[in-house]
């Protein structure tokens, strides 16, 4: 089954806790703190690989995990840090993340971070000074992140078949490469697009069999809206327009109308008129008649028979000379990860809200994640996040705020009742 959108959750891994430990032995006079670091978290990549052409692997695993650091251990022992995640898409996939277009994979193995693994905490060996050589305190991991992530295919290829149904793209795509698309007499044969290689001499492009379009498709009818996305991400258009079909020209302003109703980027698209089932007898009488409305229209046209080869070389190095004077299809403009606002060598921004219950909320993401790396059943974590609160403004703000005595304050996940008197 062709799937060309779907939507995953992916979470990172957490950071491994920092431990708190002491060196003890016989003969060992001082040991001191040895408590090593947690390892990272693992990340989570997406990366662009050629083995596969649909998202369809993707559609009912939703949920993608990174592998946790582990703990830290005595004598200073440092966690393993976590196993990253890769998952694979094909080339020519969209990454969007929080509405944002974060990526635009269209290179083999090209990769894209998309949730970063939680640092490990540090152990109390890191915390030794020479006013303090007994640190009871270690710091937890942060949490991965997490995601959820929209990834849209758009078929990338250098050139794309467009045509009325029945036209004759499949069997012209069935002619020119190894692909074996599904032939047959009736319309709406081809349900998904179709890529194929075709090999011209030293060189090489792919072209892809996009489904049949109708008139009305820009809105839905027919197959629709849902495969005119992967027409923009090639660089040819070759219509084929089916000769022995009544009004080949009507045909062929149809789709064209269809292309500029979805977009008006398509119809500057550099088009190629085939004219197809020239072995035909119904198709020699209005073979002419299409060439000069054509060459009118201003585009170009070359006529063909699928079936028995006729023309066929000549047009794939008519193909090949228009495709190398065209440029490259260009990645789409990724949008930046936005930067949470800190302060050069202070705390991150926060502000104090009251809550509908009459509790006040310090709203700030960064601190929030900050205080998630504080133990707090650890006695010193307490009168070390007693001092960040000082050193950061956060109990002046509180007082600012109008936050007395007894208050219900809350941080994230922490509450605490106000009591000004202990600071």
């Not at 090639?234 to 500029?260: K, Y």
């Not at 500057?268 to 209005?286: M, Y």
């Not at 974590?381 to 509180?398: C, E, H, S, V, Y």
Request: charged share 25%; with cysteine.
């Amino acid at each position: 089954m062709f799937i060309d959108e779907v939507s995953i959750k992916v979470v990172a891994g957490k950071g491994g806790d920092g431990v708190v430990s002491f060196r003890r032995e016989k003969y060992v006079a001082f040991g001191g703190p040895d408590g090593g670091d947690g390892g990272d978290g693992g990340s989570v990549y997406l990366e662009a690989d050629e083995g596969y052409t649909t998202l369809s692997h993707l559609r009912y695993k939703k949920l993608h995990k990174a592998g946790a650091g582990q703990n830290g251990s005595g004598s200073k022992c440092f966690g393993k840090k976590g196993s990253d995640l890769v998952i694979k898409v094909p080339v020519g996939t969209l990454v969007r993340k929080d509405n944002r277009l974060i990526a635009d994979l269209t290179v083999h193995q090209e990769r894209c971070l998309v949730a970063k693994g939680g640092r490990g905490g540090r152990g109390n060996a890191r915390f030794t000074g020479a006013s303090h050589q007994t640190p009871r305190f270690a710091e937890r991991g942060e949490m991965g992140e997490e995601a959820v992530l929209v990834l849209e295919l758009k078929v990338l290829a250098d050139v794309g078949l467009i045509g009325y149904p029945n036209a004759g793209k499949s069997t012209f795509l069935a002619a020119i490469s190894a692909a074996r698309p599904k032939v047959a007499s009736y319309p709406f044969t081809t349900l998904s697009p179709v890529l194929g290689v075709v090999d011209l001499e030293d060189d090489s492009f792919v072209v892809a069999d996009l489904p049949g379009l109708i008139q009305g498709a820009h809105q839905g009818v027919g197959l629709g809206i849902e495969f005119l996305k992967h027409v923009e991400r090639t660089r040819l258009l070759v219509h084929l327009v089916d000769l022995s079909a009544p009004a080949p020209w009507d045909a062929f302003i149809a789709i064209n109308h269809e292309l500029a109703s979805y977009s008006q980027d398509l119809t500057q698209k550099p088009q190629l008129v085939l004219g197809t089932k020239i072995d035909l007898p119904a198709a020699a009488a209005q073979k002419e008649e299409l060439k000069t409305k054509i060459a009118n229209f201003g585009n170009e046209v070359d006529f063909i028979s699928a079936v028995t080869g006729e023309n066929l070389r000549p047009v794939l190095f008519h193909i090949k000379k228009k495709l190398d004077s065209l440029p490259k299809v260009s990645k789409l403009a990724v949008e930046p990860e936005p930067v949470a606002a800190i302060s050069p060598g202070g705390p991150p921004e926060f502000t104090v809200e009251q809550d509908e219950d009459g509790a006040y909320r310090i709203k700030s993401e960064a601190l929030s994640r900050r205080i998630l790396r504080y133990n707090l059943e650890q006695k010193e974590a307490l009168l070390r996040l007693d001092q960040l609160f000082k050193r950061w403004g956060i109990i002046t703000a509180l007082e600012d705020a109008g936050v007395k005595e007894g208050d219900l304050v809350r941080i994230g996940d922490l509450e605490f009742v106000f009591e000004p008197e202990d600071y």
